[in-house]
């Protein structure tokens, strides 16, 4: 079946480490996008990427790092110099016609 | 300035009544489209419904359809005979035309019996 995976779905780290969580689509899109999501808010973006080899910083990008080597991966690194690491994480992927985002399943990261 | 407001933190509705969602946007380009996503408490995003720009019907899937006024910059969503399992936080996004999708602060919709 197609779909967007996240691993893991929870991971702990201690403050100071640098962290990637993984984002895997075969659903052949394009475009995949990293959001963070803290307690009872809504969806902020980090980064976005229209094509390999290449994205943008999104509203919140600072402290996070991406790459896409690959058009199914999009790996988000989360380092020390974010402030506030600990929150969920959201990966998804839109369609060549951009009439549907699909998300995984996220990553819940606690830094503490 | 926000680019998608929904002003209903919170809403409490009666099982089987017709609910909306507000949702406005703030957008320049000409060439944009609007989406609907539903949160349960799983944290699981799922997509309810698109519209386009250029569409000039109200987009409809199942129970939801998308309310589009152009001119008042409006996308809100309807859901007819609410269900007990329609209680979720909705969100609604809009895509400009540099491919970024941005999300409002969400409502959280529950549904009594």
């Known amino acids: 079946d197609g779909g967007i995976t996240q691993s893991p779905k929870y991971l702990f780290r201690k403050e100071g480490q640098n962290v990637t969580l993984s984002c895997e689509q075969n659903l052949n899109h394009d475009a995949m996008y990293w959001y963070r999501q803290d307690p009872g808010q809504g969806l902020r973006l980090i980064y976005y990427?229209?094509?390999?080899?290449?994205?943008q910083k999104g509203d919140i990008a600072e402290g996070y790092s991406v790459s896409r080597e690959k058009k199914e991966s999009f790996p988000l690194t989360v380092t020390s110099a974010q402030k506030n690491p600990t929150a969920f994480y959201l990966c998804?992927?839109?369609?060549?016609?951009?009439?549907?985002?699909?998300f995984g399943p996220g990553t819940r990261l606690t830094v503490t | 300035a926000q680019k998608i407001t929904q002003t209903q933190p919170g809403m409490f509705v009666q099982e089987k009544e017709a609910v909306t969602l507000d949702c406005t946007y703030d957008t320049s380009d000409q060439s944009y489209g609007l989406f609907w996503y539903k949160q349960p408490s799983s944290g699981e995003m799922i997509f309810l419904i698109y519209q386009g720009s250029y569409d000039e019907q109200n987009a409809t899937e199942g129970r939801y359809s998308l309310n589009f006024q152009k001119a008042r910059k409006s996308a809100n969503l309807v859901i007819s005979a609410s269900q007990l399992g329609d209680s979720a936080m909705y969100f609604c996004a809009m895509r400009e035309g540099d491919d970024k999708i941005i999300f409002g602060k969400g409502t959280r919709l529950h549904i009594l019996p």
């Open positions: 998804a992927s839109s369609s060549r016609d951009r009439d549907k985002q699909y």
């Open positions: 990427s229209q094509i390999v080899n290449d994205f």
